[in-house]
């Protein structure tokens, strides 16, 4: 049992790397759109990038809310 403790462990932290950088690929996706006045295509490019950083920060929140004591 000891072995598979680390490896949760390890795995959870490449999960955690993925959400965050998921975040931060939203996050610079809606800039981008920003810096284009979120003109033509980039309005959905930007809508699309605020309903995913919203997403991300509700279900973070929903789950520590939930699962931390």
Do not use: I
């Not at 810096?35 to 490019?45: E, I, T, V």
């Amino acid at each position: 049992m000891t072995a598979a403790k680390p490896d949760r462990t390890r795995r959870l932290r490449v999960l955690r790397r993925w959400a965050l950088g998921l975040l931060l690929g939203a996050l610079a996706l809606f800039l981008v759109a920003a810096a284009h006045d979120f003109a033509g295509p980039w309005a959905w490019a930007g809508a699309f990038a605020e309903a995913a950083m919203v997403g991300a920060l509700a279900d973070w929140f929903a789950v520590v809310a939930l699962f931390r004591h």
